[in-house]
Protein backbone atom coordinates (compact mmCIF):
# COMPACT_ATOMS: atom_id res chain seq x y z
CA UNK A 1 0.00 0.00 0.00
CA UNK A 2 1.18 3.32 -0.64
CA UNK A 3 1.05 6.46 0.99
CA UNK A 4 -2.29 8.22 0.93
CA UNK A 5 -2.22 11.61 -0.85
CA UNK A 6 -3.85 14.79 0.66
CA UNK A 7 -6.41 14.80 -2.63
CA UNK A 8 -7.02 10.72 -1.49
CA UNK A 9 -7.20 12.07 2.24
CA UNK A 10 -9.47 14.69 1.55
CA UNK A 11 -11.83 12.60 -0.46
CA UNK A 12 -11.86 10.09 2.43
CA UNK A 13 -12.80 12.48 4.33
CA UNK A 14 -15.61 13.90 2.81
CA UNK A 15 -17.20 10.46 1.62
CA UNK A 16 -17.09 9.49 5.61
CA UNK A 17 -18.92 12.93 6.19
CA UNK A 18 -21.24 12.07 3.81
CA UNK A 19 -22.21 8.57 4.80
CA UNK A 20 -22.61 9.23 8.21
CA UNK A 21 -25.34 12.61 7.03
CA UNK A 22 -27.13 9.69 5.18
CA UNK A 23 -27.08 7.64 8.36
CA UNK A 24 -28.16 10.44 10.87
CA UNK A 25 -30.80 12.45 8.46
CA UNK A 26 -33.93 11.21 7.25
CA UNK A 27 -32.71 11.66 3.48
CA UNK A 28 -30.40 8.85 3.57
CA UNK A 29 -32.12 6.13 5.51
CA UNK A 30 -36.13 5.12 5.23
CA UNK A 31 -37.02 4.91 8.69
CA UNK A 32 -39.28 1.97 8.83
CA UNK A 33 -41.45 0.04 11.52
CA UNK A 34 -38.86 -3.25 11.18
CA UNK A 35 -35.99 -2.16 9.80
CA UNK A 36 -34.30 0.86 7.96
CA UNK A 37 -33.51 0.83 4.07
CA UNK A 38 -30.70 2.85 3.67
CA UNK A 39 -28.39 4.41 0.83
CA UNK A 40 -25.65 5.11 3.64
CA UNK A 41 -23.42 2.67 2.68
CA UNK A 42 -23.15 4.12 -0.90
CA UNK A 43 -19.94 6.74 0.08
CA UNK A 44 -18.10 3.05 1.48
CA UNK A 45 -18.51 1.38 -1.83
CA UNK A 46 -17.34 4.23 -3.51
CA UNK A 47 -14.73 4.70 -1.29
CA UNK A 48 -13.18 1.16 -1.82
CA UNK A 49 -14.29 1.43 -5.71
CA UNK A 50 -11.88 4.70 -6.02
CA UNK A 51 -9.52 4.55 -2.88
CA UNK A 52 -9.17 0.70 -2.08
CA UNK A 53 -10.09 -1.84 0.35
CA UNK A 54 -7.99 0.30 3.27
CA UNK A 55 -9.96 3.37 2.71
CA UNK A 56 -13.37 1.66 1.78
CA UNK A 57 -12.65 -0.49 5.02
CA UNK A 58 -12.24 3.23 7.10
CA UNK A 59 -15.30 4.45 5.58
CA UNK A 60 -17.19 1.47 6.60
CA UNK A 61 -16.10 1.73 9.85
CA UNK A 62 -17.32 5.12 10.46
CA UNK A 63 -20.59 4.19 8.62
CA UNK A 64 -21.01 1.58 11.29
CA UNK A 65 -19.91 3.41 14.11
CA UNK A 66 -22.61 6.09 13.10
CA UNK A 67 -25.36 3.33 12.88
CA UNK A 68 -24.57 2.13 16.37
CA UNK A 69 -24.64 5.50 18.24
CA UNK A 70 -28.20 5.82 16.21
CA UNK A 71 -29.77 3.15 17.26
CA UNK A 72 -28.05 3.32 21.18
CA UNK A 73 -29.45 7.27 21.34
CA UNK A 74 -32.81 7.18 19.00
CA UNK A 75 -33.54 4.03 18.11
CA UNK A 76 -36.54 4.03 15.57
CA UNK A 77 -37.43 0.30 14.67
CA UNK A 78 -38.18 -2.39 16.24
CA UNK A 79 -34.70 -4.12 15.66
CA UNK A 80 -33.00 -1.08 16.72
CA UNK A 81 -31.64 -3.16 19.60
CA UNK A 82 -29.21 -5.50 17.68
CA UNK A 83 -27.60 -2.21 16.12
CA UNK A 84 -25.88 -1.39 19.62
CA UNK A 85 -24.08 -4.87 18.80
CA UNK A 86 -20.65 -3.93 16.97
CA UNK A 87 -20.86 -7.44 15.18
CA UNK A 88 -24.29 -5.93 13.49
CA UNK A 89 -23.95 -2.46 13.32
CA UNK A 90 -20.56 -2.11 12.43
CA UNK A 91 -18.52 -5.19 11.15
CA UNK A 92 -20.65 -6.24 8.44
CA UNK A 93 -20.07 -2.20 7.27
CA UNK A 94 -16.24 -2.23 7.57
CA UNK A 95 -16.81 -5.44 4.98
CA UNK A 96 -18.82 -3.19 2.29
CA UNK A 97 -15.83 -1.26 1.07
CA UNK A 98 -13.52 -4.55 0.86
CA UNK A 99 -15.88 -6.43 -0.94
CA UNK A 100 -16.53 -3.78 -3.65
CA UNK A 101 -12.88 -2.98 -4.17
CA UNK A 102 -12.30 -6.57 -4.96
CA UNK A 103 -15.12 -7.40 -7.25
CA UNK A 104 -14.64 -4.47 -9.24
CA UNK A 105 -11.37 -5.25 -9.68
CA UNK A 106 -11.85 -9.07 -10.57
CA UNK A 107 -14.92 -7.71 -13.01
CA UNK A 108 -12.94 -4.99 -14.50
CA UNK A 109 -9.94 -7.47 -15.43
CA UNK A 110 -12.34 -10.28 -16.72
CA UNK A 111 -14.90 -7.62 -18.05
CA UNK A 112 -15.23 -3.97 -18.49
CA UNK A 113 -14.88 -1.23 -15.81
CA UNK A 114 -18.54 0.05 -15.92
CA UNK A 115 -19.70 -3.65 -15.30
CA UNK A 116 -17.21 -3.75 -12.49
CA UNK A 117 -18.09 -0.65 -11.52
CA UNK A 118 -21.68 -1.64 -10.81
CA UNK A 119 -21.39 -5.45 -9.69
CA UNK A 120 -19.00 -4.17 -7.15
CA UNK A 121 -21.25 -2.05 -5.45
CA UNK A 122 -24.07 -4.09 -6.11
CA UNK A 123 -21.75 -6.76 -4.32
CA UNK A 124 -20.93 -4.23 -1.90
CA UNK A 125 -24.98 -3.65 -1.07
CA UNK A 126 -25.79 -6.91 -0.50
CA UNK A 127 -22.48 -7.51 1.85
CA UNK A 128 -24.57 -4.70 3.76
CA UNK A 129 -27.82 -6.43 4.08
CA UNK A 130 -26.93 -10.04 4.60
CA UNK A 131 -23.94 -8.88 6.77
CA UNK A 132 -26.26 -6.92 9.04
CA UNK A 133 -29.06 -9.45 8.63
CA UNK A 134 -27.79 -12.40 9.27
CA UNK A 135 -25.27 -11.37 12.27
CA UNK A 136 -29.04 -10.44 13.44
CA UNK A 137 -30.12 -13.98 12.96
CA UNK A 138 -27.02 -15.59 14.65
CA UNK A 139 -27.13 -13.25 17.59
CA UNK A 140 -31.09 -12.47 17.96
CA UNK A 141 -33.12 -15.13 16.35
CA UNK A 142 -35.15 -15.59 19.53
CA UNK A 143 -35.49 -12.04 19.98
CA UNK A 144 -36.30 -10.73 16.23
CA UNK A 145 -39.49 -13.12 16.46
CA UNK A 146 -40.42 -11.74 19.94
CA UNK A 147 -39.96 -8.46 19.24
CA UNK A 148 -41.91 -8.77 15.31
CA UNK A 149 -44.80 -10.69 17.34
CA UNK A 150 -44.79 -12.68 14.53
CA UNK A 151 -46.12 -16.42 13.64
CA UNK A 152 -43.45 -16.85 11.48
CA UNK A 153 -39.74 -18.15 12.13
CA UNK A 154 -36.64 -15.45 12.44
CA UNK A 155 -35.23 -17.38 9.33
CA UNK A 156 -38.35 -16.32 7.14
CA UNK A 157 -38.30 -12.56 8.67
CA UNK A 158 -34.86 -12.03 7.77
CA UNK A 159 -35.20 -13.45 4.80
CA UNK A 160 -38.41 -11.35 3.96
CA UNK A 161 -36.71 -8.62 5.20
CA UNK A 162 -33.32 -9.32 3.24
CA UNK A 163 -35.43 -9.64 -0.05
CA UNK A 164 -37.63 -6.55 0.89
CA UNK A 165 -34.54 -4.50 1.19
CA UNK A 166 -31.50 -6.06 -0.20
CA UNK A 167 -32.91 -6.05 -3.76
CA UNK A 168 -33.89 -2.62 -4.02
CA UNK A 169 -31.06 -0.91 -2.31
CA UNK A 170 -28.62 -3.21 -4.81
CA UNK A 171 -30.03 -1.56 -7.75
CA UNK A 172 -29.85 1.54 -6.17
CA UNK A 173 -26.00 1.34 -5.31
CA UNK A 174 -25.50 -0.03 -8.63
CA UNK A 175 -27.03 2.65 -10.29
CA UNK A 176 -25.97 5.45 -8.13
CA UNK A 177 -22.15 4.15 -7.67
CA UNK A 178 -21.33 4.20 -11.34
CA UNK A 179 -22.28 7.69 -12.14
CA UNK A 180 -20.39 9.30 -8.82
CA UNK A 181 -17.33 6.71 -9.88
CA UNK A 182 -17.26 7.73 -13.53
CA UNK A 183 -17.88 11.53 -12.14
CA UNK A 184 -14.85 11.43 -9.87
CA UNK A 185 -12.54 9.50 -12.07
CA UNK A 186 -12.96 12.52 -14.79
CA UNK A 187 -13.12 15.04 -12.48
CA UNK A 188 -9.89 14.28 -10.26
CA UNK A 189 -8.08 11.38 -13.02
CA UNK A 190 -8.50 8.88 -10.02
CA UNK A 191 -8.00 4.97 -11.96
CA UNK A 192 -10.06 3.01 -9.47
CA UNK A 193 -8.99 2.11 -6.26
CA UNK A 194 -5.90 4.76 -7.04
CA UNK A 195 -4.56 3.78 -4.13
CA UNK A 196 -3.62 0.11 -4.78
CA UNK A 197 -2.57 -1.62 -8.40
CA UNK A 198 -4.86 -2.94 -9.88
Known amino acids: M ?68 RNLTQPTSVLAFAFINPLVSVVPRVLVGIISYYVYVAIKRLLNENLGIIIGAALGSITNTIGVMGMIYILYAQDIVEKMDSSQTAKGIVLGIITAHGIPEMIVAGVITVIIVKALKKVYKFNGANTYNN
Do not use: C, Q, W
Open 2 to 69: KKISTREFVLMGLLIAISVLLDVLPIGTLRLPVINATIAHIPTIIGGIVLGPYVGGIVGLFFGLSSLL
